[in-house]
């Protein structure tokens, strides 16, 4: 596995990834501004609405109740932007995934067996379908998630291993799409590399690159593996 992130890792400065990596960091990062300012929006616009009668529940104290909340919705919008941001960066970049696979496939595998890439209507509708798994299992996971803030470890080891599963098993999926043998290498088949994968994610700046060796690692591991085997 290690062989495999040091395989990719040596293969980002090639064009081919930065391409389709910036793009999909660019998506991410204005996705999650616009959920961000809209959920500000939706506060304040319930606050405002609610105004008068607090006023009049809560005399003076109005103002200071207002500012509170405020700050409470700003933090609980953070932390889900904190807490989503792998998956929705993993999904992003499954859009430009093939683009990755072909960079990386073409400079270290070139005489490998390679299926044609899926088409775009059924590359949005993957990503999609990784968009609501992962948002339904992470609202799912959020109470351990809050646990985590006064238990540092539980919350860390559940992220770990709910985003290791779900980023493996997707891209697990996405490379054996390209892979006319043994297709059917996914879930925990590739957890570690998951694993491993969420822990970059967790650190600033470097999480940008994670989805990236993600998917060479595991593309790397498919066809070590395979000449393991002849």
């Not at 064009?15 to 961000?36: C, E, H, N």
């Not at 683009?99 to 400079?107: E, F, M, S, T």
Request: aromatic share 12%.
């Amino acid at each position: 596995m290690l062989r495999s992130y040091a395989l990719t890792f040596s293969q980002l400065s090639d064009p081919k990834i930065l391409k389709p990596l910036v793009f999909a960091t660019l998506l991410t990062i204005g996705s999650i501004i616009l959920v961000l300012v809209l959920g500000a929006t939706a506060i304040d616009w319930a606050m405002t609405s609610l105004s008068s009668a607090m006023d009049g529940w809560f005399g003076k104290a109005e103002g200071w109740l207002r500012i509170i909340t405020q700050v409470i919705g700003a933090l609980f919008l953070l932390m889900i932007a904190y807490f989503f941001f792998a998956s929705i960066h993993a999904a992003f970049l499954g859009l430009f995934f093939d683009d990755l696979l072909d960079a990386i496939r073409n400079r270290h595998y070139p005489q490998s067996e390679w299926l044609p890439p899926p088409s775009l209507s059924r590359s949005l509708r993957d990503s999609l379908r990784f968009i609501i798994l992962s948002l339904t299992v992470n609202l799912i996971a959020l109470p351990f998630y809050l646990i985590g803030w006064f238990v540092p470890p539980i919350g860390l080891a559940v992220q770990v291993l709910v985003n290791g599963y779900l980023l493996g098993k997707e891209y697990g999926y996405l490379v054996g799409l390209r892979i006319s043998s043994d297709s059917s290498q996914t879930g925990t088949k590739f957890l570690k590399e998951g694993i491993l994968a969420s822990l970059v994610w967790m650190v600033p700046l470097v999480n940008f690159i994670a989805p990236v060796l993600l998917a060479g690692s595991i593309l790397h591991s498919r066809f070590l593996n395979t000449k393991g085997k002849e």
